[in-house]
C-alpha cells in the first residue's frame, strides 16, 4: 500500500468482514450512536444513575472485546512482546468498554424512558 | 466490534488508523485516475495474485482495450494462508477461493495454460491451441515448485511418515500440519530448510521452524524433540540484520543450524535426508521433514529468450527492468511477481508493490508518454517467530529496513501486533490487491 486512503480502508474492511456485514455493522454503529444523541437530546441531560450502570458495565465490555480479540486470534495475554502491543491492547479494551457503556446507556433510557 | 474494526487496515494504514484519522486527512483521498481509451490488445500470462490484480486495475483504467488473461488453474491460492495451515491453525479452505470469483468484467479469461510464448511476432499458442496475438504482454506466470529436483521424494507420500511439503499447496500444507502434528507429539528429530535457488517467501522455512519449535513447547515435547533448520548458504536470510536477528532467536530457542546444506535426497522409508554440502553429502535421519524444492521460472517461459543471459540460467526469471519491471529486450513486455529476475522479493507484498508500476508504465507506453512510477525492491515478511507474535521484517533492493511505521512497529522486534497484521489484516489487504483496490 503506497497511499493511505479511506477508499483503500474500506476496500480492506469490506473483505475481512465481507460486504454485506461491514456496512451492516457501520449500520448498527451509526444506529446506536444515533439512538444515543436521541436520548441525550429527548432527555435534555445525562442521567447519572443511568450513566453510573453504563460506567460499571465498562470493564465487561473491555474484557469481551480483548477476549474476543485473543480468540480470534490465537493469541494469549503472554504474547504481548512490546509497548505498542500493551497500547493496541489498551486501545481494544478502551473501544470495548467505551462502546458497551454507550450501548448500556441507550438501551437503559430506550427501556426505561427519561426517569430523572 | 469497534475494537476489531479499529484492528482491520492495511500493513501500511494499520497505526495510522488506530491512531485517528490523522493519517487520513494527511494524505486524502487517492482521485480515481482518468479512463484511457485504447484499442491495444493486452495478454496476462497467469492469473495468479499478480495477474488478477493488474487485471483488474487495467480494466478499470483502460476503456476499448481487449484484455485476455490465461490461465488453466480453476482455484485460486491464497498462498501467505500456506504456514498457518500447516501449523495447524487454518483449514486448507482458508486458501481457496475460485479465480473466476477475481477477473473483472470485460477481461477474457481463457482456461487454458500457455504452451507457447513468442516474443518476437507477439503471440502466445495456448494448450488448446488458441492463438492469442497481444501489443503488450503482462508475465504473471509465478513460478514452478521442481518437486523432481529432490531425489526420491513424491507428494503422494505428504502427510505419512513424518514428511511435510506445504509449499505444494492448500490440501499439502493440510496434511504436512498432520505430519506437524505427529512429530510434534512424540517428539524426535525435525529438519527445515530452503531451496538453493531463487524462492518466494523466503521467510517461510525459517516460519514453519520457529513454529514447530513452538508448537512442540506447548506440547511438552520440546526436551525430546531436535529441531535443525539447514541453510542453503552461509546465512539464514539473504538481509544480514534479519539473518543476525534469527540466527539470534534460534540460539535462544535451542534450534540448531547447519550452513551449506542443501537438500538433495530422501529416504522416504528409512526417512533419511541426503544434503549436499561443500565437503560432500551429509546423510541425516529424520523422525520430521519439511520439503522445499527448487524454484525455477516455468517451463513455457523457460522456453523463450526472455530470461537472463548471464544470471540465474538454471531458473530463466525474466530479464526486467528493476526500477521499471520492464522487459530489457522487449519493451512491450512487463514483469509482474515472482517470475522477475530482479534480486529480491518473491512476496505477494512485492506482487503488490509490481502493481502500481507496471500500470503506470504500461498505460503512459499507450498514451505516448514516459511512466514515472519506479519500484525499489520492497518487500515485507510478517516473520512469525511463535503463534501469537511475529517480526514485521521489510527491506528493499538495497538490504535497507524499510519499516512502515518507524518508531512505532520496531522490525526486529516479536511483537503481537505484527502478529495481528498477518492474521486478521493480510488476506483482506491480498483480496483488495486482487480487486485492484490496493
Not at chain 2, 546465512?235 to 543450524?257: A, N, T
Not at chain 2, 514515472?372 to 507474535?389: L, Q
Request: neutral net charge; hydrophobic residues 45%.
Amino acid at each position: 500500500m503506497k497511499d493511505l486512503t479511506l477508499g483503500t480502508l474500506i476496500a480492506v474492511w469490506e473483505e475481512m468482514f465481507g460486504r454485506g456485514i461491514f456496512w451492516a455493522m457501520v449500520a448498527v454503529a451509526a444506529i446506536i450512536t444515533a439512538l444515543y444523541l436521541y436520548v441525550l437530546i429527548r432527555d435534555r441531560q445525562m442521567s447519572m444513575r443511568k450513566f453510573l450502570l453504563a460506567q460499571l458495565s465498562m470493564p465487561v465490555g473491555a474484557v469481551a472485546a480483548v477476549g474476543f480479540v485473543l480468540a480470534v486470534t490465537s493469541s494469549r495475554l503472554s504474547d504481548m512482546g512490546g509497548p505498542i502491543d500493551i497500547i493496541m491492547l489498551m486501545g481494544i479494551a478502551a473501544a470495548g468498554a467505551v462502546g458497551f457503556a454507550i450501548l448500556v446507556y441507550v438501551a437503559q433510557s430506550l427501556v426505561r424512558g427519561k426517569q430523572d | 466490534m469497534s475494537a476489531l474494526t479499529g484492528l482491520a487496515a492495511t500493513r501500511r494504514g494499520f497505526l495510522g488508523l488506530a491512531a485517528g484519522s490523522a493519517a487520513l486527512a494527511a494524505t486524502g483521498g487517492r482521485a480515481q485516475a482518468q479512463r484511457v481509451r485504447t484499442s491495444a490488445r493486452i495478454a496476462i500470462l497467469g492469473a495468479g495474485a499478480g495477474g488478477t490484480a493488474i487485471a483488474n486495475r487495467l480494466a478499470n483504467r483502460l476503456e476499448g482495450a481487449t484484455i485476455t488473461i490465461i490461465d488453466g488453474r480453476q482455484q485460486h491460492w491464497y498462498q501467505p494462508g500456506f504456514t498457518l495451515i500447516a501449523a495447524g491453525l487454518k483449514s486448507a479452505s482458508y486458501s481457496i477461493s475460485q479465480t473466476a470469483d477475481w477477473l473483472p468484467e470485460g477481461v477474457e479469461w481463457i482456461s487454458e495454460y500457455a504452451a507457447a510464448l513468442d516474443p518476437v511476432s507477439n503471440r502466445i499458442t495456448t494448450t488448446g491451441g488458441r492463438i492469442v496475438d497481444y501489443d503488450y504482454l503482462i508475465v504473471a506466470t509465478g513460478l514452478s515448485l521442481d518437486w523432481d529436483a529432490i531425489e526420491g521424494f513424491s507428494l503422494d507420500m505428504v502427510g505419512q511418515n513424518g514428511l511435510s511439503a506445504h509449499y505444494a499447496g492448500p490440501e499439502y500444507a493440510e496434511l504436512s500440519w498432520r505430519a506437524l502434528d505427529r512429530f510434534t507429539d512424540t517428539g524426535g528429530v525435525g529438519l527445515f530448510g530452503r531451496p538453493a535457488t531463487e524462492m518466494k517467501c523466503a521467510g517461510a522455512p525459517l516460519k514453519i521452524t520457529f513454529l514447530a519449535e513452538d508448537i512442540a513447547n506447548r506440547k511438552g515435547t520440546r526436551a525430546s524433540t531436535q529441531i535443525i533448520y539447514n541453510a542453503h548458504a552461509q546465512s539464514l536470510f539473504g538481509v544480514p540484520i534479519v539473518h543476525h536477528r534469527v540466527r539470534q532467536l534460534f540460539d535462544e530457542r535451542g534450534i540448531e543450524k547447519r550452513y551449506d546444506h542443501v537438500l538433495k535426497a530422501v529416504d522416504m522409508q528409512r526417512r533419511v535426508a541426503t544434503y549436499a554440502t561443500p565437503t560432500g553429502d551429509v546423510l541425516t535421519e529424520y523422525d520430521f521433514l519439511n520439503v522445499i524444492p527448487p524454484q525455477r521460472a516455468p517451463q513455457v517461459i523457460r522456453d523463450t529468450d526472455l530470461g537472463w543471459a548471464d544470471r540465474w540460467q538454471d531458473q530463466g526469471w525474466i530479464e526486467v527492468d528493476r526500477e521499471t519491471l520492464r522487459h530489457i529486450r522487449y519493451p512491450n513486455i512487463f514483469g509482474v511477481g515472482d517470475i522477475n529476475g530482479v534480486p529480491k522479493g518473491k512476496t505477494a507484498a512485492s506482487a503488490k508493490f509490481h502493481q502500481p508500476v507496471v500500470e503506470d508504465h504500461l498505460v503512459s507506453e499507450i498514451q505516448g508518454r514516459e511512466g514515472t512510477e519506479r519500484f525499489n525492491g520492497y518487500t515485507s515478511c510478517p516473520m512469525i517467530t511463535r503463534i501469537g507474535r511475529a517480526m514485521l521484517i521489510e527491506f528493499d533492493y538495497n538490504d535497507n529496513l524499510t519499516p512502515s511505521f518507524p518508531g512505532i512497529i520496531a522490525p526486529l522486534e516479536e511483537l503481537w501486533i505484527s502478529w495481528l497484521m498477518k492474521e486478521i489484516a493480510l488476506k483482506p489487504t491480498y483480496n483488495a490487491m486482487l480487486r485492484g483496490l490496493a
